[in-house]
């Protein structure tokens, strides 16, 4: 996102409180927005509310020039690498169907050739009108995009479809398209299975063996190789994070879970990227009940057994034309545990992280990996975000798949 330029056009609709959000969210993703709205739309989100977020000036008004040698709306619609219409209302969307340039919102997007995004938002018998209906395919036959309204309680009280996207799928929308445009498909038409998360293994049923894994870098890694095409199934432990859109969503819970999810796959994959932090023991007996401590006791023995070793699995019944990648993530002897690691395990190669450093462990947003490979070379990719990183891990992956191919 940094460096693009957005315009972002509000209509008068309830929903404009989640423009709001969503320019908050562009700019600090480092793109340059700049907010156009009707007269409508400052019924709802007052002017200095999109200035203080977007740190741009607001476009209300075709004839006021902000700078006296530019017109706005063509210096606006000829410098856009997106335009987005959110909240889209029957009546914007009816104005841009017919061509109409009455305001700054639409004679801007009438004289940009930028891509024009709509999302509709409004009462759900208005949405199902043959009218509406009728303007949003004549949009769609001009190449906008059109995003599907959400469904549930509107605010209206109506409860159906007509409810804004949510400003982080806007947002990754508009990260997966310049994107695509930036990147080349890697590793289209490949089947890939990433594994993230935590498991649990449960103790009684209000305790559980865990660890500190937030599953970010898998998700990272799961959006990463899907933007570079790949068909990807994502099978996650416990975590807080919405589910990225892939096209399979596999919930476990326990490190058996897993197992068996993984190992009913695997054939049917061309690679497997193991980022999934899962408990090595579970408790031998699981009591029915909660455990209760008592006066006479104060401590609590709990024997573990060794759970089943998904990676070491996947190594020993994979093809010479499938391409295996573990995480470890260790705090000390990271090249001796990686290699160890590649070697005990049959993998092609380790994503390796201390995550004893700060800023770069569980729960943060960046990190920090050397990738070891099976033939002793290895790769540093330096601090940077985990969707960086991913994408620098997919990249060595293609680079893998290739070579097999190339064998």
Same mark, same amino acid.
């Given at each position: *996102? /940094?460096?693009?330029?957005?315009?972002?056009?509000?209509?008068?609709?309830? !929903?404009? $409180?989640?423009?709001?959000?969503?320019?908050?969210?562009?700019?600090?993703?480092?793109?340059?927005?700049?907010?156009?709205?009707?007269?409508?739309?400052?019924?709802?989100?007052?002017?200095?509310? $999109?200035?203080? @977020?977007?740190? %741009?000036?607001?476009?209300?008004?075709?004839?006021?020039?902000?700078?006296?040698?530019?017109?706005?709306?063509?210096?606006?619609?000829?410098?856009?690498?997106?335009?987005? #219409?959110?909240?889209?209302?029957?009546?914007?969307? !009816?104005?841009?169907?017919?061509?109409?340039?009455?305001? *700054?919102?639409?004679?801007?997007?009438?004289?940009?050739?930028?891509? #024009?995004?709509?999302?509709?938002?409004?009462?759900?018998? *208005?949405?199902?009108?043959?009218?509406?209906?009728?303007?949003?395919? /004549?949009?769609?036959?001009?190449?906008?995009?059109?995003?599907?309204?959400? +469904?549930?309680?509107?605010?209206?009280?109506?409860?159906?479809?007509?409810?804004?996207?949510?400003?982080?799928? =806007?947002?990754?929308? *508009?990260?997966?398209?310049?994107?695509?445009?930036?990147?080349?498909?890697?590793?289209?038409?490949?089947?890939?299975?990433?594994?993230?998360?935590?498991?649990?293994?449960?103790?009684?049923?209000?305790?559980?063996?865990?660890?500190?894994?937030?599953?970010?870098?898998?998700?990272?890694?799961?959006?990463?190789?899907?933007?570079?095409?790949?068909?990807?199934?994502?099978?996650?432990?416990?975590?807080?994070?919405?589910?990225?859109?892939?096209? +399979?969503?596999?919930?476990?819970?326990?490190?058996?879970?897993?197992?068996?999810?993984?190992?009913?796959?695997?054939?049917?994959?061309?690679?497997?990227?193991?980022?999934? !932090?899962?408990?090595?023991? /579970?408790?031998?007996?699981?009591?029915?009940?909660?455990?209760?401590?008592?006066?006479?006791?104060?401590?609590?023995?709990?024997?573990?057994? +060794? %759970?089943?070793?998904?990676?070491?699995? =996947?190594?020993?019944?994979?093809?010479?034309?499938?391409?295996?990648?573990?995480?470890?993530?260790?705090? %000390?002897?990271?090249?001796? %545990?990686?290699?160890?690691?590649?070697?005990?395990?049959?993998?092609?190669?380790?994503?390796?992280?201390?995550?004893?450093?700060?800023?770069?462990?569980?729960?943060?947003?960046?990190?920090?990996?050397?990738?070891? $490979?099976?033939?002793?070379?290895?790769?540093?990719?330096?601090?940077?975000?985990?969707?960086?990183?991913?994408?620098?891990?997919?990249?060595? @992956?293609?680079? =893998? =798949?290739?070579?097999?191919?190339?064998?």
């Amino acid at each position: *996102m /940094r460096g693009k330029t957005i315009l972002l056009a509000v209509a008068g609709g309830i !929903a404009a $409180f989640k423009a709001a959000a969503l320019t908050s969210m562009l700019t600090k993703a480092g793109a340059s927005v700049h907010v156009l709205m009707t007269s409508a739309a400052k019924e709802f989100v007052g002017v200095q509310t $999109f200035q203080a @977020l977007s740190r %741009n000036p607001v476009y209300d008004d075709t004839f006021t020039e902000k700078v006296p040698h530019q017109i706005a709306h063509i210096d606006l619609a000829d410098k856009a690498d997106l335009i987005l #219409v959110a909240p889209a209302t029957a009546n914007i969307i !009816a104005k841009l169907a017919s061509g109409q340039a009455d305001d *700054m919102v639409t004679t801007t997007i009438l004289a940009s050739k930028a891509p #024009v995004w709509v999302a509709p938002a409004m009462n759900v018998n *208005m949405y199902d009108h043959p009218a509406v209906r009728d303007n949003l395919n /004549r949009l769609k036959s001009f190449g906008y995009e059109v995003f599907e309204p959400g +469904e549930g309680l509107l605010a209206c009280g109506w409860i159906g479809k007509g409810r804004l996207p949510e400003p982080e799928d =806007l947002f990754s929308s *508009m990260e997966d398209y310049f994107f695509s445009k930036e990147h080349p498909p890697l590793l289209r038409g490949k089947r890939i299975m990433i594994t993230a998360g935590p498991t649990r293994e449960p103790i009684d049923p209000v305790r559980y063996i865990t660890n500190y894994s937030s599953g970010k870098m898998g998700y990272a890694l799961a959006k990463a190789a899907k933007r570079l095409g790949a068909h990807v199934t994502l099978i996650a432990g416990p975590t807080d994070l919405k589910a990225p859109a892939v096209d +399979e969503f596999v919930p476990v819970v326990t490190t058996a879970d897993m197992y068996e999810a993984a190992n009913s796959r695997f054939a049917a994959c061309d690679a497997v990227i193991k980022s999934a !932090a899962v408990a090595d023991y /579970r408790p031998k007996q699981v009591l029915e009940k909660k455990y209760k401590k008592t006066a006479e006791s104060t401590d609590w023995s709990i024997e573990l057994v +060794e %759970n089943p070793d998904i990676l070491k699995s =996947l190594g020993e019944r994979k093809k010479t034309n499938q391409v295996l990648i573990g995480f470890a993530a260790e705090t %000390n002897d990271l090249m001796t %545990n990686a290699l160890a690691k590649i070697a005990k395990k049959n993998l092609d190669a380790v994503v390796a992280n201390d995550v004893s450093q700060s800023g770069i462990g569980f729960h943060s947003d960046e990190n920090e990996v050397t990738i070891f $490979f099976k033939n002793g070379t290895s790769e540093l990719v330096s601090q940077r975000t985990k969707d960086d990183v991913a994408y620098e891990v997919c990249k060595a @992956l293609a680079r =893998l =798949l290739n070579q097999r191919e190339e064998a």
